[in-house]
Every structure is written in structure tokens, then in C-alpha cells.
């Protein structure tokens, strides 16, 4: 056993590390829109091993990445990502494994919850340094877009398609993003909590502001995806953490508030009169 740990010391440690920019980077990116059948990813990839795992062959990475996806029911979706990530992520010579966290039917779809789990299992596997918790439907379009430990939490999809190559608003932290184990740890991960569609992100957004991390993201002409096409599926449902009611609904909702959002209690009077204040514009309430 003891030769066989030197053996491996030494083959590794006679390569060199990795150049701080990977040489064969080509930037914007024809992207892949089909989806080869597994078989035919793994005669199309020979040089990803079992479990989804490369390395570069030639140099020692300065990177070790997870990249989570959380899963159910988007076989196409997935194989049209495994046909575009692996070039892409091999190009920026990391060193990396794909962990699919699939949830079962017959409960709702808990995205972030999938994350944590992809993060837990990982973590067991291999020592990965950062992790890219990605949906399975993002693909990367311009390979400078690369997924490397980030000082600060990154969000990688800044530029999607499907809003025009915009920032839908300036908190947004969901799509894909890359945080390093730390940064993880710190920020006690994805809240468990968000069964349904929508909230887990923004809850995210909270979490690494609330530790005193700022939010970096790439340039917008580089952070370029595509949306793979697909309507709400079922078992992901809008999560009532995440809706936003209309003025009427919240009236019937909220009866006991009376006009001018004012409220006191109806069986005592209180010891308190207080106003909230809330500075505003164009934040619809
Ligand atoms: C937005 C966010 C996404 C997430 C979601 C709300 C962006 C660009 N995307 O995406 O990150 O916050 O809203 O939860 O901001 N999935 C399955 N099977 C399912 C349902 C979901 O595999 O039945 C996975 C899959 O990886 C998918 C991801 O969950 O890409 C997000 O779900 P979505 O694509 O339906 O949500 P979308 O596009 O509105
Ligand atoms: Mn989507």
C-alpha cells in the first residue's frame, strides 16, 4: 500500500501547476442543443472517469470544483447540459466532479434543499474547494466565464436569454452560483426550508449579505447563458414564501387592517402606537 500512495505522489507531482489563465479558451461559445444518450456522452467524453470526474492530464489544477445540480424529471435537459459542460469546464482546466441530486416523486420540489445535500455528499467524496450549485437547464455560453474558487460569492448567471441578457433585479442570486467551502460553512448553506417554486435564491442573497459578503458576478458580455426551454413543472408549485399578492387579495386577506394600513388591537388597548416608515420607490410592496 505504501508504494502505491508514492507511486501516485510522484506521477502527480512531477506535472506543473496549471497556467493562471487557460490557454485554450476560445470565449463566445457555439452552444450544444442537443441530447446524446448517456452511452453516447461517455464515448463522446472517454477522458471524464466514472462519477462524472476529470482532471486535467498535463498540469495540476489550482482547482477543485463540485458542480451541483438539483434534479427531477429534465433527462434532456441534463444530457444537454452534460454535452456542453464538459468541454467547457475542461477548457478552463479545473479539477472537477458533476453531482446530479435527484429528489423523488410524490413531495414538492425542494431546490435548495437538493444543494445541501449535493454539497454534504460531495464533500465526502473528495476534497472539493468551491462548489457551483447550478440549475440544470443554464447553459454557459463564453468559456472566460470561468468557474474557479471565488473571493466572494460569485453569481455566475448574470446574463440570461430568457430576460433579455439582463439583471432582472439587482439581488437576484439564483440560476447558478459558485461559493467556496468556506464561504459555504459561514453562511450555514441553503435553507431547508422552500418546497416549491421561488424564495430559496433570495433567501441566499440574504444569507451571504447578512455575513458581510459582497455578491461578485463576471462581466454581463461574458456571464452569458441560455435557458433551455421549459415550462413550470409539476411537484414545483410557487412557494407562498415567494408570492407576492395583490393589493386586493391582501385586503381580504388582512380584514382586521383598516384603511391606511392601520391596525389596533380589538380587545385592549394597546401600550404602543407606533408608524413604520418605509422609504420607497419602485419596489412594489
Ligand atoms: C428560477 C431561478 C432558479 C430558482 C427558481 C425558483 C434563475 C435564472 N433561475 O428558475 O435558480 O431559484 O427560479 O425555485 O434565476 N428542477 C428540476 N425538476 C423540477 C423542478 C426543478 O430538475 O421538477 C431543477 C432544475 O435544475 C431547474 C431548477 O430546479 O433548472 C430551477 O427550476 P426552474 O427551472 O423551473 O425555475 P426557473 O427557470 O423559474
Ligand atoms: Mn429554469
Given at each position: 500500500t505504501c508504494n502505491i500512495s508514492s507511486i501516485d505522489l510522484n506521477t502527480s507531482s512531477n506535472l506543473p501547476l496549471?497556467?493562471?489563465?487557460?490557454?485554450?479558451l476560445v470565449g463566445p461559445l457555439a452552444t450544444y442543443s442537443d441530447s446524446p444518450s448517456y452511452e453516447e456522452l461517455e464515448k463522446l467524453y472517454p477522458e471524464v472517469s466514472s462519477g462524472g470526474r476529470y482532471k486535467p492530464p498535463d498540469c495540476i489544477s489550482r482547482h477543485k470544483v463540485a458542480i451541483v445540480l438539483p434534479y427531477r424529471n429534465r433527462d434532456i435537459h441534463l444530457r444537454t447540459f452534460l454535452k456542453n459542460i464538459h468541454p467547457f469546464l475542461e477548457r478552463q482546466q479545473l479539477d472537477y466532479g458533476i453531482y446530479v441530486v435527484e429528489q423523488a416523486e410524490g413531495s414538492k420540489f425542494n431546490r435548495a434543499l437538493l444543494m445541501n445535500i449535493g454539497y454534504a455528499e460531495a464533500i465526502k467524496i473528495y476534497d472539493y474547494q468551491c462548489f457551483a450549485f447550478h440549475d440544470v437547464d443554464l447553459i454557459p455560453q463564453d468559456d472566460r466565464n470561468i468557474y474557479n474558487c471565488p473571493s466572494q460569492p460569485r453569481?455566475?448567471?448574470?446574463?440570461?436569454d430568457k430576460y433579455g441578457y439582463r439583471l432582472p433585479y439587482n439581488s437576484i442570486f439564483g440560476g447558478a452560483v459558485m461559493l467556496t467551502r468556506q464561504q459555504f460553512q459561514k453562511v450555514n448553506g441553503f435553507s431547508n426550508k422552500f418546497f416549491g417554486w421561488g424564495g430559496e435564491d433570495d433567501d441566499m442573497w440574504n444569507r451571504v449579505k447578512r455575513k458581510g459578503y459582497s455578491v461578485i458576478r463576471y462581466p454581463m458580455n461574458i456571464a452569458r447563458y441560455r435557458m433551455i426551454k421549459h415550462s413550470r413543472d409539476k411537484g414545483n408549485e410557487p412557494n407562498p414564501q415567494s408570492d407576492s399578492p395583490s393589493y386586493e387579495e391582501l385586503e381580504a386577506l388582512y380584514p382586521e387592517v383598516s384603511s391606511g394600513g392601520r391596525y389596533k388591537p380589538s380587545d385592549c388597548i394597546s401600550r404602543h402606537r407606533v408608524a413604520i416608515i418605509i422609504p420607497y420607490r419602485n419596489r412594489d410592496l
Amino acid at each position: 500500500t505504501c508504494n502505491i500512495s508514492s507511486i501516485d505522489l510522484n506521477t502527480s507531482s512531477n506535472l506543473p501547476l496549471c497556467p493562471k489563465t487557460p490557454p485554450k479558451l476560445v470565449g463566445p461559445l457555439a452552444t450544444y442543443s442537443d441530447s446524446p444518450s448517456y452511452e453516447e456522452l461517455e464515448k463522446l467524453y472517454p477522458e471524464v472517469s466514472s462519477g462524472g470526474r476529470y482532471k486535467p492530464p498535463d498540469c495540476i489544477s489550482r482547482h477543485k470544483v463540485a458542480i451541483v445540480l438539483p434534479y427531477r424529471n429534465r433527462d434532456i435537459h441534463l444530457r444537454t447540459f452534460l454535452k456542453n459542460i464538459h468541454p467547457f469546464l475542461e477548457r478552463q482546466q479545473l479539477d472537477y466532479g458533476i453531482y446530479v441530486v435527484e429528489q423523488a416523486e410524490g413531495s414538492k420540489f425542494n431546490r435548495a434543499l437538493l444543494m445541501n445535500i449535493g454539497y454534504a455528499e460531495a464533500i465526502k467524496i473528495y476534497d472539493y474547494q468551491c462548489f457551483a450549485f447550478h440549475d440544470v437547464d443554464l447553459i454557459p455560453q463564453d468559456d472566460r466565464n470561468i468557474y474557479n474558487c471565488p473571493s466572494q460569492p460569485r453569481h455566475l448567471t448574470a446574463a440570461i436569454d430568457k430576460y433579455g441578457y439582463r439583471l432582472p433585479y439587482n439581488s437576484i442570486f439564483g440560476g447558478a452560483v459558485m461559493l467556496t467551502r468556506q464561504q459555504f460553512q459561514k453562511v450555514n448553506g441553503f435553507s431547508n426550508k422552500f418546497f416549491g417554486w421561488g424564495g430559496e435564491d433570495d433567501d441566499m442573497w440574504n444569507r451571504v449579505k447578512r455575513k458581510g459578503y459582497s455578491v461578485i458576478r463576471y462581466p454581463m458580455n461574458i456571464a452569458r447563458y441560455r435557458m433551455i426551454k421549459h415550462s413550470r413543472d409539476k411537484g414545483n408549485e410557487p412557494n407562498p414564501q415567494s408570492d407576492s399578492p395583490s393589493y386586493e387579495e391582501l385586503e381580504a386577506l388582512y380584514p382586521e387592517v383598516s384603511s391606511g394600513g392601520r391596525y389596533k388591537p380589538s380587545d385592549c388597548i394597546s401600550r404602543h402606537r407606533v408608524a413604520i416608515i418605509i422609504p420607497y420607490r419602485n419596489r412594489d410592496l
